[in-house]
């Protein structure tokens, strides 16, 4: 039935440019951003398992900057740690030397030693990053970086099936490992290279043989034999000590390395995850944009064709 009131084939044609447009719309919208779920009404539930996602891969990442800084941390005090073994071999191969050693040459081979304990101090002073030394602390100052018992590295975030977060860390044993601390009250509190020893090389209050302050000559006479015996003896414990430290720092360096690279391999995934779930396959939405270009074509001219059918209702009363 043709009527002057109402056009049913034009209104059908309009309908379905509309929803061919509506269409086009979104595929556009998916070409320009990359994303077919873009926003939380595009698709609720991916969108905020999206979100939350992107949201813990920051945490990730950040997680990755906190493992290289402590690696560098760490980095710096093994290097210091084995410049210092370095130098208390030396001591050692002074002590060894000066055994048997007439008295003027052991006042000679104390000038050495002197010249190996002052390089001990500065070189472990100077093995600082980022303001944090661990191998020379004041572990009254609680407030400077890295002068804590123990240090905590942030290793990673993780999120459980509740929902809850969590984040866990790696510690490095600094007081075991401390060659000074500017605030020990005493020999069994204070650094590997400042604790007073006794003859078997053990730590022990009022002990007469600190690395530090080891002399085989005190200006006027020379130390007895039996005294540098001792001597090597406290030094070779020290060493022991300060390898085992050194050892401990190798093992905390590998670990984080093996948990960077794993974190760095965990933000990757979670992002490939995302992208599953709302990234646009741009091959299927270009050539679906291509499909609705021609229906929009074809609507329009259906619109064109539905609005002329009024104009064949005036022929009839010519």
Same mark, same amino acid.
């Given at each position: ?185 005493? @020999? *069994? /509190? ?5 604790? %007073?020893? !006794? ?5 022990? =209050?009022?002990? #007469? ?15 007895? @034999? *039996? /005294? ?5 003896? %406290?030094? !070779? ?5 300060? =390898?085992?430290? #050194? ?72």
């Amino acid at each position: 039935m043709s009527s002057i009131n109402t056009n049913a084939s034009a209104m059908t044609a309009l309908q379905s440019l509309s929803a061919t447009n509506k269409n086009l719309s979104i595929t556009q919208s998916r070409i320009s951003t990359g994303f077919r779920v873009a926003e939380a009404s595009d698709n609720a539930a991916y969108w905020s398992i999206a979100t939350t996602m992107r949201s813990d891969n920051k945490a990730n990442s950040v997680v990755n900057d906190a493992l290289g800084l402590g690696a560098s941390k760490v980095d710096t005090a093994y290097a210091g740690m084995n410049k210092a073994i370095e130098s208390v071999n030396q001591i050692k191969e002074k002590l060894v030397a000066a055994y048997g050693a007439s008295g003027a040459d052991k006042a000679k081979i104390q000038t050495e030693i002197k010249a190996i304990q002052d390089h001990l101090t500065s070189s472990t002073k100077g093995a600082t990053f980022s303001g944090a030394n661990w191998l020379s602390v004041d572990s009254t100052d609680h407030t400077a970086a890295g002068t804590f018992d123990t240090v905590k590295i942030v290793s990673s975030f993780t999120r459980s099936a509740a929902g809850s977060v969590s984040i866990e860390t790696i510690d490095v044993d600094v007081d075991g490992m401390k060659l000074f601390d500017a605030g020990a009250t005493g @020999d *069994t /509190d204070a650094g590997i290279l400042e604790s %007073a020893r !006794d003859d078997t090389g053990a730590i022990a =209050t009022g002990g #007469a043989f600190g690395i530090m302050d080891l002399a085989v000559h005190d200006g006027t006479d020379g130390a007895a @034999d *039996t /005294d540098i015996q001792s001597m090597m003896t %406290a030094v !070779d414990t020290a060493l022991k000590e300060m =390898t085992d430290s #050194a050892t401990k720092l190798g093992a905390a360096k590998n670990r984080i390395d093996l948990q960077k690279e794993f974190t760095q391999s965990l933000v990757d995934s979670i992002d490939r995850g995302v992208g599953q779930l709302v990234d646009a396959d741009m091959n299927k939405e270009s050539t679906r944009l291509q499909a609705l270009q021609v229906q929009q074509q074809l609507g329009i001219q259906a619109l064109t064709i539905a609005n002329s059918n009024t104009q064949s209702i005036l022929s009839l009363f010519r």
